[in-house]
């Protein structure tokens, strides 16, 4: 990166092709949309050249870049659940007198559970799922990236998947 910031073409290509594809990746985990995280990085990446200087050099890349995207899809989700309040707001009420029931499959029913429980996470179990289990990183890389000490990563893996396994058992054949 600080070869890149001084303007090595080849040192930000190398970091782009790198990281880009598991950016996207990180970013699907609040995005929940292929384009829309593809968008996230390359505007992280558009930040890198156009503002090099926000870097910190004391800081390892990877772990800086992963905060800079997660805080990119923090604004873009906040943004869009704006949206959403002003479309509830307005559009909603005049809709569900016009919707009506419809039966669904049970793997529908399970993917909008599946989308339920994935919306009532907090961030942080977001990004510790997106961050185990998609990128497969380090408890050590989680803790640096969100902020928290190992420990407090285990546990929260931990709590993470008693919840996904609560949620989910009226789904399984377990009782």
């Known amino acids: 990166m600080v070869q890149a910031a001084k303007g090595d073409k080849k040192a930000f290509e190398g970091l782009y092709h790198r990281y880009f594809d598991k950016l996207?990746?990180?970013?699907?985990?609040?995005m929940n949309d292929t384009q829309r995280s593809e968008d996230i990085v390359q505007?992280?990446?558009?930040?890198?050249?156009?503002?090099?200087?926000?870097?910190?050099?004391?800081?390892k890349f990877s772990t800086w870049v992963y905060i800079v995207t997660g805080n990119e899809c923090k604004q873009q989700l906040m943004k869009e659940q704006n949206r959403l309040r002003l479309i509830k707001e307005n559009v909603a009420p005049k809709m569900a007198k016009s919707s009506h029931m419809h039966h669904t499959s049970d793997h529908n029913r399970l993917k909008e559970k599946l989308n339920t429980i994935y919306e009532a996470l907090t961030e942080k179990q977001k990004q510790i799922y997106t961050l185990r289990f998609e990128q497969e990183l380090s408890i050590r890389e989680i803790g640096a990236i969100v902020g928290s000490p190992e420990g407090s990563v285990k546990s929260g893996i931990y709590y993470l998947l008693k919840k996904l396994s609560e949620q989910l058992r009226d789904y399984t054949n377990e009782k």
Do not use: M, N, S
């Open 43 to 59: 505007e992280v990446f558009v930040k890198i050249i156009e503002k090099p200087q926000l870097f910190d050099v004391t800081r």
């Open 24 to 30: 996207v990746r990180f970013a699907y985990g609040f």
